[in-house]
């Protein structure tokens, strides 16, 4: 485990949730959603930071403790005086996509690319870092983030299990 920051925005931090059934749980200026993404990803927000926690918290201990291949990466931002903690489900199982050689983590799934690896091509099969990062695009996003998802049952599965209160 290890912490990152950064001043910068995430292109996933501009996601609204703005569709009823994409919310899941509201109450006490809590509300959890789960926007539409790339993968799948949980959105704690309110005003509340305590209780933001707790629930990032309660979300994140039911994933980990559904498998135990079960990961995830997380980004918490501030805007104004409201929290908002992204959870973004991930499976050890699938740490990069098609692409990319070292593991993916909170920058990629985040919507943003990284080239990580600077490619001594000794082979022409060998991953090739340096062409997807110069090559990339929101379709190069949107596939890496497919490779690196967990299956969808796992994730409809959280969301049957997890008690808010």
């Known amino acids: 485990e290890h912490l990152q920051a950064?001043?910068?925005e995430f292109p996933l931090e501009r996601?609204?949730?703005t569709k009823?059934?994409?919310i899941i749980y509201e109450s006490d200026g809590i509300k959890v959603s789960r926007p539409g993404y790339y993968l799948p990803v949980w959105l704690v927000e309110g005003k509340n930071k305590i209780r933001n926690e707790y629930i990032a918290d309660k979300i994140i201990r039911r994933w980990q403790n559904l498998s135990e291949h079960h990961t995830e990466n997380i980004i918490a931002a501030k805007a104004g005086d409201s929290y908002r903690t992204f959870i973004l489900l991930r499976d050890k199982r699938k740490l990069a996509g098609a692409g990319k050689k070292g593991g993916m983590a909170?920058?990629?799934?985040?919507?943003?690319?990284v080239l990580s690896y600077?490619?001594?091509m000794k082979k022409e099969e060998d991953v090739n870092e340096r062409k997807t990062f110069?090559?990339?695009?929101l379709e190069t996003?949107?596939?890496?983030?497919?490779?690196?998802?967990p299956e969808e049952q796992s994730s409809s599965l959280l969301t049957e299990t997890v008690d808010f209160e």
């Open 134 to 137: 110069e090559g990339a695009s």
């Open 106 to 113: 909170v920058y990629e799934a985040g919507g943003k690319i």
């Open 20 to 22: 009823e059934e994409n």
């Open 118 to 120: 600077e490619p001594e």
């Open 141 to 149: 996003i949107k596939r890496l983030l497919k490779d690196i998802s």
């Open 15 to 17: 996601i609204r949730t």
């Open 6 to 8: 950064t001043t910068e």
